[in-house]
């Protein structure tokens, strides 16, 4: 379960910068990421919102944003650059780290791959990098641009049409993403390096994969996309991609939620957030508790009735089990489908009642098995005999004690 939250911040030249912050709810973070977005893409692009979601999922909060004049973020992007980029990335970690969420992690894809691993070194938090499809030199971006290289070169800027997309390139653009000291920045990259490509990248050969993994020191990893195409727009291999960077990147993340203690009795309950939602917690699991959306709840766990149904159903199955393996009895499955509602009843089964409302509890059950009629009719005596369906049906006192 994630959440999505707007996340703007100043880039270096004072221009606002539009993000968003992929959150797990319920729970502190296990660390913080970045991610940087392909070369013309956003914030919004297939990769961005699979990769962080997944990521999320797995408790890392991740901030997906736009480059400076793409997307929602305001400035130039004729005037941006590969340089502009690196400095985007340094005011995004910086962000970050004032929101108390320091970046552990960056991860780029395509060009922003290239980008991650030049502002690594300026993000001291950042411990580990990881690259998705990206290029070895920064410049491998500009076979885009065709012969209008030569135009913007004479002319000082050009239009230029991408993916079915025009955009205007500077000379500073180029003039940015050429020259760039790649190799020496993964000599001394001095984090954990993770590289993952697909071998049949027609847009970026896996021939940079190669060259960023040689230039790069050791802790440093490589992981094949297979059948992946290079915007990553297969779901299933973007969350793969993203399944990988977790495992691959926990070691390094800091552990920001507060370790829990003993639990003082069997099940604890408390407030996870939202208006209705409960962290429940046994020994040794843990999940969420929640209400319908139509009565003001998200809808991120079963409700009180559901476990209390749940819990009723899971105990007859388990006693029918045992019982018919102790017996020898032919019993191969068990489904029972429960429901609770409330009525007044209106005949004279309970006519002392006086009318008021009951509580009733349906549950029909299933048996599979070469049974006879005899060993099913025991079965149901059976049924009535679990553990649970006793405590609810008998003289059940709860003892409630004010602590603090």
């Known amino acids: 379960m994630i959440g999505t939250e707007t996340f703007t911040f100043t880039g270096a030249d004072g221009q606002r910068l539009d993000g968003r912050l992929e959150k797990p709810l319920y729970t502190q973070p296990r660390g913080a990421a970045i991610f940087a977005h392909c070369f ?65 992690l960056l991860v780029g894809h395509s060009l922003g791959g290239a980008a991650v691993i030049a502002a690594a070194e300026r993000i001291p938090s950042a411990c580990a990098v990881a690259t998705i499809g990206a290029p070895f030199d920064a410049a491998h971006v500009f076979h885009h641009f065709g012969e209008a290289v030569e135009e913007i070169e004479r002319a000082g800027r050009a239009a230029v049409s991408i993916a079915g997309r025009e955009f205007t390139i500077s000379r500073d653009f180029l003039e940015q993403g050429r020259g760039q000291p790649q190799a020496e920045r993964l000599a001394r990259l001095g984090k954990a390096l993770l590289v993952l490509h697909a071998p049949g990248d027609e ?138 509602w409330r009525d007044h009843h209106t005949d004279c089964m309970d006519c002392e009642r006086g009318g008021e409302p009951l509580q009733v509890i349906d549950r029909a059950i299933e048996l599979t098995g070469d049974l006879t009629p005899e060993q099913r009719a025991r079965l149901m005596e059976i049924a009535d005999k679990c553990p649970v369906h006793r405590t609810i049906e008998g003289d059940l006192h709860i003892h409630s004690t004010l602590v603090g």
Not at 68 to 92: K, M, P, Q, R
Not at 235 to 248: C, G, H, K
């Open 40 to 104: 013309t893409c956003t914030k919004q692009s297939r990769a961005a919102t699979l990769v962080a979601s997944a990521l999320a999922a797995k408790g890392i909060a991740v901030l997906r944003f736009d480059f400076t004049g793409l997307g929602g973020s305001e400035g130039d992007f004729a005037e941006a650059g590969f340089a502009s980029n690196i400095d985007d990335l340094v005011a995004a970690a910086e962000a970050l780290d004032a929101a108390g969420l320091p970046p552990v």
């Open 203 to 340: 847009t970026v050969g896996i021939e940079n994969a190669s060259a960023i993994f040689s230039a790069a020191k050791h802790p440093k990893s490589f992981v094949s996309l297979d059948h992946a195409d290079h915007l990553l727009t297969d779901p299933e291999r973007a969350r793969f991609a993203a399944d990988m960077i977790a495992a691959w990147a926990g070691p390094h993340l800091s552990e920001l939620a507060q370790p829990q203690g003993e639990l003082a009795g069997t099940v604890e309950v408390s407030t996870a957030g939202g208006k209705f939602a409960q962290w429940v917690r046994t020994p040794h699991h843990a999940f969420i508790a929640d209400e319908p959306v139509r009565v003001g709840g998200r809808d991120d766990g079963p409700t009180p009735y559901d476990l209390l149904l749940g819990a009723l159903g899971a105990c007859t199955a388990m006693t029918l089990q045992m019982y018919a393996e102790r017996k020898g009895i032919p019993l191969t499955s068990v489904r029972v489908d429960l429901e609770h």
